[in-house]
C-alpha cells in the first residue's frame, strides 16, 4: 500500500474499506478516500500535472470540519490521492478552509481560500493564502488573511475567492452579499497580499438570490463569462428546479472601468445533482470545468457506506457558432472505454431490451425524429421491470427528459429541458454505478445527476411511444474502473 493511503488508513478509520465495498461507488470519478467532499476547488495545471482540491470532510460522511483534499493526475482520467493540503487549524480558518482556486506564483502553487469562523453561531469569513513549492505540502502565509473585511456594508457572507492574473496584475472575484442579496465583488493586486476592491461587477436586484457562491470569471474566444452559484433563485418552469442553481453570465468586461456587461442567467446543467462548477484553463488551452456532482440537503443514499459525494467528468467548454455556451466532456475520457459492446442502427417502436448490460457504461445514440410522439433509452434497469432511470425527449414539448421516479433508492423526480428543434437527437451517455451524465447534441444540454439502485440492476432498453423513431446509430462501451485497475492499458481510439 503507498504511503498516501496508509496515512488515510489512519485518518478515516474503517470507512476506506467500507467505501471501497460499496455497490454505489463510482468507477472513474473523483471522490475522496472516504466520507464527505463538496465544491471542487483549486483546478490547475502546474508544471505538467492537473491538480485538483476539494471541500474535504475527513472525519465524518456529512459536512463539518473542512479540510481541502488533494488529487494529482497527467491525463485527467487516472488520478493519484495526496495527503490532504490544508487543514482547518490557525485562529482565521478554525472552523473551515472554504472554497478557492489556485494560481502558479513564479514556480509557487498558492491556494487562495476562505478562512471560517464560526464562534458560537458569529461567523466570520476571510481570504487567505497558503503555498507550496512541491505541489503537496502547503505553509499558511504569515500575513493571513490577507482580505480580513467584507466589502463595505456587505454581511459576513464573503467566500470562494477565484484568482487569475491578467497584464502583470492578479485579480480576484468573490461571494457577497449586501442588504440580503448576493453580489460579486473584483478586487485588484499586485502581489497576492494586498489587496483592493474595485466594486460589485455582478449584482442581485433579487431574481439572482440573496447569495452568490462560488464565483468564476474568464475570457472565452472572445466574451467574458462569469459561472456562479446563486442562492435563493425561485424556480420558472422547467428552471431553477435545484435547491440551488450553478450558471453562467455572458458578456463584455472592461477592466478599466471594471464593468461587466452582461446578459441573461443561464443554468450550466439541468439535472439533479450539479454545484458550485469551478473551471481552468489547461496547458492546450481548453476551459475545462468541474462540477461537485450533489446538492446542498439532498438524500445521499452513500453515507450508509461510509462516503459521499464525487465531482462531475471534466467538461470542456466552449461556444456554438449561434452564441449558446457547449459543455462537452473531455476527449481523454475515451481512455476509459474498455470493451465496444454494440454499434447498431434499428427502426424501433414498442421497448426493446438490448443485448449488452453494464453499471459503467458510454452509449452514444443518435436518434431521427419520426411519428413517435416520445423516445429514448432506458438505463440501470432491473430484471423485473420494476427499476429503471429514463432519458428521453419528449417530441410533443420538445424536451429532454430525466425520471428518476424508479431510479432506486433515495430521492426521486423528473427534470426536464427544452432543447432547440432539430431532426436529430444525440445522447451521450456516462453511467458510473451511482450516476448518469447526459450530453444532449453535443453539450448544448447537459443534465447530471445521481442515482442508486440496486446491484445488478444492468439493463438497458430503447424505446419508442406513440409511434416509430429511426435509431440511426448507437454505440456502447463498458467504461474501466479507474480506482480498482490502475495498471490496465488504455488509448484513446
Ligand atoms: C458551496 C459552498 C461554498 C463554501 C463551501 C463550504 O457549496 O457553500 O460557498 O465555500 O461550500 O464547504
Known amino acids: 500500500m503507498n504511503k498516501v493511503l496508509e496515512q488515510n488508513h489512519e485518518l478515516y478509520g474503517r470507512d476506506i474499506e467500507k467505501a471501497a465495498n460499496s455497490s454505489y461507488r463510482l468507477g472513474y470519478h473523483m471522490m475522496a478516500p472516504a466520507r464527505w467532499i463538496n465544491d471542487p476547488n483549486g483546478l490547475i495545471h502546474w508544471n505538467g500535472e492537473y491538480h485538483v482540491f476539494y471541500q474535504h470532510h475527513p472525519f465524518d460522511v456529512k459536512p463539518g470540519s473542512i479540510h481541502w483534499g488533494h488529487m494529482k493526475s497527467k491525463d485527467l482520467v487516472h488520478w493519484e490521492h495526496l495527503p490532504i493540503a490544508i487543514a482547518p487549524d490557525k485562529a482565521y480558518d478554525k472552523s473551515g478552509c472554504f472554497s478557492g482556486s489556485a494560481v502558479d506564483n513564479n514556480g509557487v502553487l498558492t491556494l487562495i481560500y476562505t478562512g471560517h469562523v464560526n464562534d458560537d453561531g458569529v461567523i466570520t469569513e ?45 485579480y480576484m472575484v468573490v461571494g457577497s452579499q449586501k442588504n440580503k442579496l448576493g453580489n460579486i465583488h473584483l478586487y485588484e493586486s499586485d ?9 460589485a461587477i455582478v449584482k442581485s436586484d433579487g431574481r439572482l438570490g440573496y447569495m452568490l457562491e462560488c464565483p468564476d470569471f474568464f475570457e472565452l474566444e472572445g466574451r467574458h463569462v462569469m459561472v456562479f452559484s ?24 472592461g477592466y478599466e472601468s471594471a464593468h461587466f456587461n452582461y446578459g441573461e442567467f443561464t443554468e450550466l446543467d439541468r439535472g439533479f445533482d450539479f454545484y458550485a ?42 461556444f456554438h457558432s449561434s452564441g449558446q455556451l457547449l459543455m462537452k466532456p473531455v476527449e481523454e475520457l475515451q481512455m476509459l472505454r474498455h470493451e465496444k459492446l454494440m454499434a447498431e442502427s434499428m427502426i424501433v417502436s414498442g421497448v426493446k431490451k438490448l443485448n449488452f448490460a453494464g453499471d459503467r457504461l458510454e452509449i452514444i445514440a443518435e436518434f431521427a425524429k419520426k411519428t413517435a410522439s416520445s423516445f429514448g433509452l432506458n438505463v440501470r434497469c432491473s430484471e423485473d421491470g420494476q427499476e429503471k432511470t429514463v432519458l428521453r425527449f419528449d417530441a410533443t414539448e420538445g424536451k429532454i427528459v430525466v425520471d428518476r421516479n424508479q431510479a432506486g433508492e433515495g430521492e ?39 442515482i442508486y439502485p440496486k446491484a445488478g440492476s444492468n439493463g438497458v432498453e430503447v424505446f419508442a411511444e406513440g409511434g416509430e423513431v429511426d435509431l440511426l446509430s448507437l454505440q456502447a462501451w463498458s467504461l474501466k474502473d479507474i480506482w480498482n485497475s490502475l495498471s490496465e492499458k488504455t488509448t484513446i481510439e
Open 126 to 170: 476571510t481570504q487567505c493564502i497558503a503555498e507550496s513549492k512541491d505541489g503537496i505540502h502547503f505553509t499558511k502565509h504569515q500575513q493571513n488573511p490577507v482580505i480580513a473585511i467584507p466589502p463595505k456594508g456587505a454581511s459576513h457572507d464573503f467566500r470562494d475567492p477565484k484568482v487569475w492574473k491578467y497584464r502583470g496584475k492578479w
Open 412 to 450: 426521486g423526480g423528473i427534470r426536464k429541458a427544452k432543447i432547440s428543434s432539430l431532426d436529430t437527437i444525440k445522447l451521450q451517455i456516462f453511467i458510473d454505478r451511482s450516476s448518469v451524465e447526459l450530453f444532449v447534441n453535443d453539450g448544448e444540454t447537459v443534465m447530471t445527476s445521481r
Open 230 to 253: 446563486p442562492q435563493g433563485m425561485e424556480p420558472e418552469g422547467d428552471h431553477h428546479q435545484n435547491l440551488y442553481q450553478t450558471g453562467t453570465l455572458i458578456g463584455n468586461f
Open 277 to 318: 462548477a469551478q473551471t481552468f484553463k489547461d496547458d492546450k488551452g481548453r476551459r475545462i470545468l468541474y462540477g461537485w456532482m450533489n446538492m446542498w440537503e439532498a438524500e445521499m443514499p452513500e453515507q450508509a457506506h461510509g462516503w459521499a459525494g464525487a465531482l462531475t467528468i471534466p467538461r470542456e467548454l466552449t
Open 191 to 199: 502581489d497576492l497580499l494586498s489587496w483592493r476592491d474595485r466594486g
